[in-house]
Structures are given as structure tokens and as C-alpha cells.
């Protein structure tokens, strides 16, 4: 069955420094990978996917991941964060039977410090 | 705006009362889904509609239906609150095809007391 793991609940980093929020994701086939982003009191927002082809994939607000799957990973990076990016941050799978039924991660929570 | 709006964004009631939570989209897209968000954040979906013909209906109550009048509504009908509802409820659309992205409402946060 599909999974995803998300192992740091939350993280701070100091406004301007890096991010790498980790993903791990348990599928028996090549992954529907998503990361989407909630501020607080909105919906979930896209970030990026992977579906095939280039394994590091451009979204928006300045966000990457990299499709590794050989450490069935899918880790979102941003190299200069923002007091903006301030929110919870979800790692998804999709699995192929067309349903269209995402399995989500527990969130990474992300504060800024100035 | 095009958008996913669901209402009401706040809900408190008691224990075994009846409420609906209803949802719009307004992007043209052919599948909707009801998911819910616990105390922990986690996310899980509960139904997904298809032009208004249920595709996924994941465990959950009786209690919860959903109704799809027309391929740009889901409405959430929930009998016989209990406290373990309490959650926020959030709406999703979805352009047809295979995992395409979801866009989501802002959430209904169900309070049960």
C-alpha cells in the first residue's frame, strides 16, 4: 500500500538560509509525487509534481524537489527562504488506478525566524 | 474569482444534531472530493465524485453522504454528530485525468461538543 513519510514535524530556519524538507514515500510502482503547502486557515496549495522525465522538478515560490528513487525519496529544497514560506508543508503520492486518491504525509511544519 | 469555496468556513454544534457542508467550483473541473483533516493534520480522503458519480468512497460512517446535484457542487451531509467529527473538512477539485493537481477550499472547521 502506499505511504509517505514526513520525519520532521517541525523545522526553523532563519530567514535567508536554505530548506530541505524531507519526504519519504513506500510504492510498489513509479510514484505520483506532490508537494503541496497550507497557510494558516487556507487549503492546500500545489507546489510542484513528478510524474516522469526530469527527476528535479521547478515550482512555484522558488521551490524544487528531487525524484530520488533509489532512496525513494522526494525532498523539497528552496535555497533562500522568505518569512512568507511560514506554513505546513505536505508530501503526497498517487497511485496509478486513475482514482485520483492521494495519500498525504503528516506535514512538516516550517517557521521563520528573522 | 475561480476558486473552490466551501461553506460555512466555521461550524459549532452539539452531539447528534444533523449539518450540511456545501462546496462550489467554479474551474469547470469534472472531479470533486471531500477530505478530512484531523488534529495531527492529517489528511485523508473521504469521497471523490467524478460528474457527479461517487468514485472513491473510503471508510468511513454511514453518517457522512455526499451529494453531487451537478458536477460543480459536492455537498457534505453528516447525521448524528459525534465528537469525533470535530475536524476541518476541506473541499477539492480536480481537472479530469490521471492524478492531475488538487485545488482546494479553505476548509469548514467542524467543532462537536
Known amino acids: 500500500a502506499q505511504s509517505v513519510t514526513q520525519p520532521d514535524i517541525h523545522i526553523t530556519v532563519s530567514e535567508g538560509a536554505s530548506l530541505e524538507l524531507r519526504c519519504n514515500y513506500s510504492?510498489?510502482?513509479?510514484?505520483?509525487l506532490f508537494w503541496y503547502v497550507q497557510s494558516p486557515g487556507q487549503g492546500l496549495q500545489l507546489l510542484l509534481k513528478y510524474f516522469s522525465g526530469d527527476t528535479l522538478v521547478q515550482g512555484i515560490k522558488g521551490f524544487e524537489a528531487e525524484f530520488k528513487r533509489s532512496q525513494s525519496s522526494f525532498n523539497l529544497r528552496k535555497p533562500s527562504v522568505h518569512w512568507s514560506d511560514a506554513a505546513e508543508y505536505f508530501c503526497?503520492?498517487?497511485?496509478?488506478?486513475?482514482?485520483?486518491?492521494?495519500?498525504f504525509g503528516t506535514g512538516t511544519r516550517l517557521t521563520v525566524i528573522p | 474569482d475561480t476558486a473552490v469555496s466551501q461553506t460555512p468556513k466555521y461550524l459549532v454544534t452539539q452531539m447528534g444534531n444533523d449539518k450540511s457542508i456545501k462546496c462550489e467550483q467554479n474551474?469547470?473541473?469534472?472531479?470533486m472530493y471531500w477530505y478530512k483533516q484531523d488534529s495531527k493534520k492529517f489528511l485523508k480522503i473521504m469521497f471523490s465524485y467524478n460528474n457527479k458519480e461517487l468514485i472513491i468512497n473510503e471508510t468511513v460512517p454511514n453518517r457522512f453522504s455526499p451529494k453531487s446535484p451537478d458536477k460543480a457542487h459536492l455537498n457534505l451531509h453528516i447525521n448524528s454528530l459525534e465528537l469525533g467529527d470535530s475536524a476541518v473538512y476541506f473541499c477539492?477539485?480536480?481537472?479530469?485525468?490521471?492524478?492531475?493537481?488538487?485545488?482546494f477550499g479553505n476548509g469548514t472547521r467542524l467543532t462537536v461538543t
Open positions: 474551474l469547470g473541473h469534472d472531479t
Open positions: 477539492a477539485s480536480s481537472p479530469r485525468g490521471h492524478n492531475s493537481p488538487l485545488h
Open positions: 503526497a503520492v498517487g497511485e496509478e488506478t486513475g482514482a485520483n486518491n492521494l495519500f
Open positions: 510504492y510498489g510502482a513509479t510514484p505520483y
